[in-house]
Each structure stands twice: as structure tokens, then as C-alpha cells.
């Protein structure tokens, strides 16, 4: 089993960052591939960011990408989630997961097996 805990998240204002972390124990952290995904009221689900366990793959969703920055510090078993610049259409709940059979569909949240509780980030404009 791997628990997932998120953190950092808040009530910003347009254009201001935050960065979110996800702690995980449990299994051997370093080689699951790790994504944050974010859930905004009424809508599904969707893929954010998602990074190797090596950390040399790293990818993003077209809306976040150059203002979001995922990083993970294998020595901490933590993934980190920079967000800058954000946006109104930033709010959601930001949930971060994990699991052994994430591979090139990385974007498909069906593929992770672990899954955090969640942290709310909030943009007022």
C-alpha cells in the first residue's frame, strides 16, 4: 500500500503561486511514476502533471504548461506541484497519485491506484 498526503494549498488571488507537496509512504515511492490531477466543481477530473520516478520524464497538460513545475525529492518520498501565475480556471481540488501501472497513459487517471485526499486551491480573480 501507498498513502498520499497533499498540502499547500489555499485561497490566492489571481496571478499569485503556491506550491503543493504530496508526501507518500508506504512502498517504494521512487519508482511509481507520480501525477497531480485536479477536479473542479462539476466537471471530471483531469490530468495536470505527471513525472518518472527517475524524474528524467516529465509532462503537463497544455493549460499548465511554463506556469506549472512538478519536481519530486526521492530522499523525502515527496512531489512537489509549483504553480505560478494562476488563474480562476486554476480552482479545483488538486489531488496527486501513484501506482504501479502508470506507464505511457499517464494522462488517464484509471491508471493510478493510489490516490491522495485532496487539497483545495482557490484563484479569485
Known amino acids: 500500500q501507498v498513502q498520499l498526503v497533499e498540502s499547500g494549498g489555499g485561497l490566492v488571488q489571481a496571478g499569485d503561486s503556491l506550491r503543493l507537496s504530496c508526501a507518500a509512504s508506504g512502498r517504494i515511492f521512487s519508482f511509481f511514476t507520480m501525477g497531480w490531477f485536479r477536479q473542479a466543481p462539476g466537471k471530471e477530473r483531469r490530468f495536470v502533471a505527471a513525472?518518472?520516478?527517475?524524474?528524467?520524464?516529465?509532462v503537463y497538460d497544455d493549460s499548465v504548461k511554463v506556469r506549472f513545475t512538478i519536481s519530486k525529492d526521492n530522499a523525502k518520498n515527496t512531489v512537489y506541484l509549483q504553480m505560478n501565475s494562476l488563474k480562476p480556471e486554476d480552482t479545483a481540488v488538486y489531488y496527486c497519485?501513484?501506482?504501479?501501472?502508470?506507464?505511457?497513459?499517464?494522462?488517464?487517471?484509471?491508471?493510478?491506484?493510489?490516490w491522495g485526499q485532496g487539497t483545495q486551491v482557490t484563484v479569485s480573480s
Open positions: 497519485a501513484t501506482g504501479p501501472r502508470v506507464g505511457v497513459r499517464y494522462y488517464q487517471d484509471t491508471m493510478y491506484d493510489y
Open positions: 513525472i518518472a520516478w527517475s524524474g528524467a520524464n516529465i
